[in-house]
């Protein structure tokens, strides 16, 4: 190897700081190729096992929020230029009616008896995290509630696991921010279910409750990641030949037909 060359440097002394120095900048011809996926976070495969999996209160929003989402203009130097500002102050969208927003629950790798409740804002199975109470520095209480809540969505899909299941259904959506009116539906997966329905949703709110999952299995779906057989929603087993049994106890919220 022949000597190498020092890198370019520039030292500021006392006598020429405020002289204008310009470097330029060129790219390197031999640099590595451009990884076109770097930006991106890849996780391995994991279980569709809610009740291990989520271990605190989480908040789902189908929507936008209620948060100021305007694009403000960026803090600039008091020598920086910037000839194309683009948008300023300008508000963005919040009409998300036209969308269909779909929430999918996979508890489907559980092989455990689980036992669970579905409300119109949460979802919750035995040995998820719990209610989550707290006071900050200024006094002021935190309180939020265990399992997954949720809301602004127009689909809620729960798919239950291999176990002997207990869910019971205390309501569902009751409205949406969209102009399809919501649906809930919940496959019972395989095992010998038990589902109870005691609650209501609104008065255009849909209730579909399979004790297994649909007849054509749509469901089921395999495929193979990273070499490996995994499914999603494929935990059912047989579609047919279960005794689960499905309970309800709710008043129609719907007008009759």
């Given at each position: 190897?022949?000597?190498?060359?020092?890198?370019?440097?520039?030292?500021?002394?006392?006598?020429?700081?405020?002289?204008?120095?310009?470097?330029?900048?060129?790219?390197?011809?031999?640099?590595?190729?451009?990884?076109n996926?770097?930006?991106?976070?890849f996780?391995?495969v994991?279980?569709h096992?809610?009740?291990?999996?989520?271990?605190?209160?989480?908040?789902?929003?189908?929507?936008?929020?209620p948060?100021?989402r305007?694009?403000?203009?960026?803090?600039?130097?008091?020598?920086?230029?910037?000839?194309?500002?683009?948008?300023?102050?300008?508000?963005?969208?919040?009409?998300?009616?036209?969308?269909?927003?779909?929430?999918?629950?996979?508890?489907?790798g559980?092989?455990?008896?689980?036992?669970?409740?579905?409300?119109?804002?949460n979802?919750?199975?035995?040995?998820?995290?719990?209610?989550?109470?707290?006071?900050?520095?200024?006094?002021?209480?935190?309180?939020?509630?265990?399992?997954?809540?949720y809301?602004?969505?127009?689909?809620l899909?729960?798919?239950?696991g291999?176990?002997?299941?207990?869910?019971?259904?205390?309501?569902?959506?009751?409205?949406?921010?969209?102009?399809?009116?919501?649906?809930?539906?919940?496959?019972?997966?395989?095992?010998?279910?038990?589902?109870?329905?005691?609650?209501?949703?609104?008065?255009?709110?849909?209730?579909?409750?399979?004790?297994?999952?649909?007849?054509?299995?749509?469901?089921?779906i395999?495929?193979?990641?990273?070499?490996e057989?995994?499914?999603?929603?494929?935990?059912?087993?047989?579609?047919g030949?279960?005794?689960?049994?499905?309970?309800a106890?709710?008043q129609p919220?719907?007008?009759?037909?």
């Amino acid at each position: 190897m022949g000597p190498r060359t020092p890198p370019a440097s520039v030292t500021f002394s006392p006598s020429n700081w405020y002289v204008p120095f310009v470097v330029r900048v060129t790219a390197n011809p031999n640099g590595p190729p451009v990884d076109n996926i770097q930006p991106l976070k890849f996780f391995p495969v994991q279980p569709h096992v809610v009740a291990t999996g989520i271990q605190g209160p989480l908040t789902i929003n189908g929507s936008v929020g209620p948060e100021d989402r305007t694009i403000h203009h960026a803090v600039n130097l008091p020598t920086e230029k910037n000839n194309d500002p683009g948008p300023v102050n300008t508000p963005p969208s919040n009409d998300d009616s036209g969308s269909v927003d779909t929430l999918n629950i996979f508890n489907d790798g559980s092989g455990a008896n689980d036992v669970g409740t579905l409300t119109g804002n949460n979802f919750s199975l035995a040995g998820m995290g719990g209610d989550l109470h707290f006071v900050d520095s200024h006094g002021g209480t935190h309180d939020f509630k265990g399992g997954i809540n949720y809301s602004n969505f127009e689909t809620l899909e729960v798919m239950l696991g291999r176990g002997n299941d207990s869910q019971t259904v205390n309501g569902w959506m009751p409205s949406t921010d969209g102009t399809r009116g919501p649906m809930t539906i919940v496959h019972g997966g395989g095992g010998s279910d038990n589902i109870v329905v005691n609650g209501q949703g609104g008065a255009n709110s849909a209730l579909v409750v399979f004790g297994d999952t649909s007849r054509d299995g749509s469901r089921r779906i395999e495929f193979v990641v990273q070499g490996e057989f995994a499914r999603a929603a494929g935990e059912f087993g047989m579609l047919g030949g279960r005794v689960n049994r499905v309970k309800a106890k709710c008043q129609p919220s719907w007008p009759a037909t």
